[in-house]
């Protein structure tokens, strides 16, 4: 079936660097990625949507500036998470569609730590 | 307003006992698809199921299986004869085509731990 590998699955940063989190789709063609940020003991939050070729789309209260988003090509959407703070902390995961009507696939999630 | 509601926060059942995960989902499109999304203790998300709004028929799928009843706006889900690898946190999402390509709106989650 349809895998979508999301790298790094863990990673610690300092504050005031920045980590970029990748999202592929193995196996199939994503025109769009979605990226979500889920917050402890709380649901799945959508940060922002994803289209090829064109600049993301935030969700209201999410900094364009401080989680820059790319989506160069049909496979492959990264997520920077610039100038990290300790409240960054956050588990990532995205998620890819071929098509409007195709399922969601998820990736294995990032846990980010800012220290 | 569009919105997924899990009332139960957590359950708890010892193995072998059936459990039924409650959703609820408020939308004014016509169109929509649901799904759940089990998310085990490692925090992948693994894909359950889909229905679209148009298929009310309930599905069974080995243990699972799915009540979609659009006259009360609920999708719920059970388990027969839950088993310990069952324990995670499930989420009910609602999926609109009112947009261009919607967006997927997750319920809170219901966390199920499952005793031996």
């Known amino acids: 079936g349809a895998v979508v590998s999301q790298h790094p699955s863990r990673v610690i940063c300092k504050s005031g660097t920045s980590v970029k989190i990748e999202c592929r789709s193995l196996?199939?063609?994503?025109?769009?990625m979605f990226w979500y940020r889920q917050f402890p003991k709380k649901s799945l939050m959508l940060m922002a949507t994803?289209?090829?070729?064109?600049?993301?789309?935030?969700e209201q209260g999410v900094e364009k500036d401080k989680f820059l988003i790319n989506h160069a090509s049909l496979t492959l959407s990264t997520l920077t998470v610039t100038s990290a703070h300790p409240e960054d902390s956050s588990f990532y995961i995205c998620s890819a569609r071929g098509g409007a009507a195709s399922p969601l696939h998820f990736g294995n999630g990032t846990r980010l730590t800012v220290t | 307003a569009q919105k997924v509601t899990q009332a139960q926060t957590e359950i708890s059942v010892v193995e072998k006992e059936d459990v039924t995960l409650d959703c609820v989902y408020e939308?004014?499109?016509?169109?929509?698809?649901l799904f759940w999304y089990k998310q085990p203790p490692s925090g992948e998300l693994v894909f359950l199921i889909r229905r679209n709004s148009f298929d009310e028929q309930n599905e069974i799928s080995g243990r699972y299986s799915w009540n979609f009843q659009k006259s009360t706006s609920s999708f719920n889900f059970t388990i027969t004869a839950s088993q310990v690898v069952d324990s995670a946190v499930y989420f009910c999402?609602?999926?609109?085509?009112?947009?261009?390509?919607?967006?997927?709106?997750f319920g809170k989650g219901t966390k199920l731990s499952v005793k031996p």
């Open positions: 939308t004014r499109d016509t169109t929509y698809y």
């Open positions: 999402a609602l999926l609109n085509y009112g947009g261009s390509q919607g967006n997927l709106i």
């Open positions: 994803s289209n090829e070729g064109s600049k993301a789309t935030y």
């Open positions: 196996d199939f063609q994503a025109t769009t």
